[in-house]
């Protein structure tokens, strides 16, 4: 069964610092991957999307993401985090956006915290 | 374009009464989903339309759960006799094509 692993659940960063997000997917086949934000009370916000190609892309808010296919992997980055970048972080994988399935699944998230 | 709007924003029940929210998706999308998030976890798949045709569901959607899209636009998601493991946040979420806006959930406290 396809699963999400966020390994850190929650980060603290220094403001202008740079910041990498892990996520490590499970999943049999080439894995539509995502990444979400998360502001307190607001719903989730699609940061980035990996389909296929460039394994290295680019997404909102100065945020990039490269998919790694030998680690299972698809960590977030960015290289100097700003205050309002404080929320937390999801990182999804898609069942089969093929066919007439397509929920995606979550893993538990990342907190982020910035520190003046 | 509004974006997907969810209605009520905040729920709280006592154990046992019914409840029922509202999802109104981008117009023109025909995907339409729903998912629960607890305290410290990611949102949880709980059931899919495609237009007016429920096409999955979850097992975390017991009995108790009941979901339609009648005409293929708005949705709802009904929850009878609540109890408290049902308190969380639910989210519903449309797409046309390969991304799935979300909106801003309902929050569900039963107490």
């Known amino acids: 069964a396809q699963s999400v692993t966020q390994p850190d659940i929650h980060i603290t960063v220094s403001e202008g610092a740079s910041l990498e997000l892990r996520c490590n997917y499970s999943y049999g086949a080439t894995p539509y991957l995502f990444w979400y934000v998360q502001s307190p009370g607001q719903g989730l916000q699609l940061l980035l999307k990996y389909f296929s190609g460039d394994t290295l892309v680019q997404g909102i808010k100065g945020f990039e993401a490269e998919f790694k296919r030998s680690q299972s992997s698809f960590n977030l980055r960015k290289p100097s985090v700003h205050w309002s970048d404080a929320a937390e972080y999801f990182c999804?994988?898609?069942?089969?956006?093929?066919?007439?399935?397509?929920?995606?699944?979550f893993g538990k998230g990342t907190k982020l915290s910035v520190k003046p | 374009d509004t974006g997907v709007s969810q209605d009520p924003r905040h729920k709280i029940t006592k154990r046992g009464q019914n409840v029922t929210f509202r999802c109104d998706p981008i117009s023109e999308h025909n995907r339409l989903y729903w998912y629960r998030q607890t305290l410290g976890q990611g949102p949880e798949f709980l059931t899919y339309f495609q237009n007016e045709a429920q096409l999955e569901k979850s097992r975390l959607l017991s009995d108790r759960f009941s979901a339609e899209r009648p005409k293929g636009s708005f949705s709802t998601l009904e929850i009878q006799r609540t109890e408290q493991g049902d308190s969380a946040m639910y989210l519903c979420?449309?797409?046309?094509?390969?991304?799935?806006?979300f909106g801003p959930g309902t929050r569900l406290t039963v107490l």
């Open positions: 999804a994988v898609v069942t089969n956006y093929g066919g007439s399935q397509g929920n995606l699944i």
């Open positions: 979420a449309s797409s046309f094509q390969n991304e799935q806006f």
